[in-house]
């Protein structure tokens, strides 16, 4: 098992990572690195400085435009509308001068027993007691949220154009054939915590937003920098708001939603503005989620201590319980054989395996039963010349390469500790004969910044190249230059074999997750 006492020691002050060529990581001093960068049309900055987050909640606004004297039925509509059942409770007991007593005292009744059993279900699962923007925060794979110039990116799984979403609520596409960049932005487009483009199609990007899901269609022959918010499709279903993690499916036929607040997983015709929710008993919601490559099999996440695993042929699922917390992050092998994930209070890395069963019916999968520890990222202490630098600890997200041969692991580090940064420690991957994770290194930024999100190019195609978006703005690519282990090649083809690590730490020698078969 690969641990981060493997790891060579972090880059001293002033040094950033460039590249790995020769099985190395590549340094160089951060000043050229940025003369660099500025030079190249994929590597942007977004000052924090120069974005103006929303200040005003769209119901305060409301208020400064519309006309008060309005009848009850239309306040009462109006209620209904933004806050559902409990906003229309609210607003007829307290009009109590313009409904019988009766009604007036029995919709006040009704509230306070609504409130009383939403307090005992808070108490179950206090993440539901937190605000939209607070339960993004805590449940989004980017690393402090709320304080990102840079909220979401996602590469176009075809080409080299690429979609970010900025503090402000704008998303901007860049394509560096092109010099026009659309900025995309929408009255429903607040606290953006997810993008993703749909696959097999050059236009469609879908948006995860506080209260619904937008699915942008942007021509990518256009000229227009401002397209119309009329090139959006808005998806919504009652009580599936904010929604935290979206994934399309391979083919880009369905497009699935989370939401923390919402124990279904919403499975989105995006064509028909249709919509079938999946639901299991337990959880409290759905927080993450990703497709595997083949299309075979989703991880839902939940905000507890469990996660499940569903098969998409007959859309049954694996429970996977007894977890010391919830399901932070995951990501599939390239033939979506393969799942490693992490849970949060942990600090390690595990692996489940699939597999067809031999003779069984199409929509029959065999799932792994038990879960392996592959990794140990427990905090390790390395010496540099600016002094001692502590390394691991929980992790924020995973990112695992096309070609299954470079994981990415980004680690929260400590924000109240200078020593503890957060940092990427970048894995090398081997699936035959055995699966193992091999140390490759640390990528590093400017001095004073630290990583927060992180995505591999999906056509790279002189390895992997790592795109990172950092706490100061700016989005920079980090090129891993290698042959394929699947093809033949002499010299570089492979990574070098290494020493054999030592033996497993003891609480992790025969740790094992087991799962529960639901239907």
Not at 181 to 189: D, E, S
Request: charged content about 15%; overall charge negative.
């Amino acid at each position: 098992m690969c641990s981060l006492t493997l790891f060579p020691p972090p880059l001293p002050l002033g040094q950033t990572t460039l590249c790995e060529s020769n099985n190395e990581l590549v340094s160089g001093a951060a000043t050229d690195s940025c003369l660099k960068q500025e030079s190249s049309p994929l590597n942007l900055y977004f000052p924090r400085e120069s974005l103006k987050p929303h200040s005003r909640t769209e119901s305060s606004s409301k208020a400064a435009f519309l006309d008060h004297c309005e009848t009850l039925w239309m306040r009462s509509a109006t209620a209904w509308r933004d806050a559902g059942l409990t906003g229309l409770l609210d607003e007829i007991a307290n009009s109590s001068t313009e409904v019988p007593k009766w009604l007036s005292v029995s919709s006040g009744c009704v509230l306070a027993l609504l409130r009383w059993v939403s307090s005992f279900h808070g108490s179950l699962f206090p993440h539901l007691t937190l605000s939209s923007e607070d339960m993004i925060t805590e449940f989004s794979q980017v690393l402090n949220w709320p304080d990102c110039a840079v909220r979401a990116f996602a590469w176009h799984p075809h080409t080299d154009k690429f979609a970010v979403a900025l503090l402000e609520d704008s998303i901007k596409i860049y394509n560096p054939k092109s010099a026009t960049a659309p900025t995309l932005k929408h009255r429903l487009q607040r606290s953006v915590a997810a993008v993703q483009w749909k696959p097999l199609c050059a236009s469609a990007l879908a948006v995860a937003c506080q209260n619904c899901l937008l699915v942008w269609h942007v021509d990518p022959c256009s000229l227009s920098t401002r397209p119309s918010s009329g090139c959006a499709q808005v998806l919504s279903h009652a009580g599936h708001s904010p929604v935290t993690s979206i994934a399309w499916s391979p083919s880009g036929s369905l497009l699935v939603s989370a939401s923390p607040v919402d124990t279904a997983m919403m499975i989105w015709d995006v064509a028909a503005e249709s919509c079938v929710p999946l639901q299991r008993v337990g959880g409290g919601g759905v927080t993450f989620l990703s497709w595997s490559p083949d299309g075979s099999h989703v991880l839902a996440s939940t905000p507890s201590a469990l996660f499940r695993v569903w098969e998409t042929r007959m859309w049954t699922c694996e429970r996977w319980p007894c977890l010391k917390g919830r399901c932070q992050s995951g990501c599939w092998s390239p033939d979506g054989s393969r799942l490693l994930f992490t849970v949060q209070g942990e600090t390690v890395i595990y692996a489940l395996t699939f597999s067809e069963t031999p003779g069984a019916t199409s929509g029959t999968l065999r799932g792994a039963k038990a879960a392996a520890v592959v990794a140990d990222l427990s905090e390790t202490t390395f010496t540099t010349p600016d002094g001692d630098v502590i390394v691991g600890g929980e992790v924020q997200s995973l990112a695992w390469d096309p070609r299954g041969e470079r994981l990415a692991v980004l680690l929260k580090g400590d924000p109240q500790a200078a020593d503890r940064p957060a940092m990427i420690a970048v894995f090398k991957t081997r699936t035959n004969p055995i699966f193992e994770l091999l140390p490759c290194g640390f990528v590093q930024g400017e001095p004073g910044t630290e990583p927060r999100l992180m995505q591999f190019h999906p056509n790279f195609q002189h390895g992997a190249l790592l795109t990172v978006c950092w706490s100061n703005g700016r989005i920079t690519h980090v090129p891993f230059y290698f042959l394929s282990a699947g093809v033949p090649h002499l010299g570089l083809g492979t990574s070098p074999s290494l020493p054999h690590p030592r033996e497993r730490p003891a609480d992790y020698a025969n740790k094992t997750l087991y799962t529960e078969l639901t239907p």
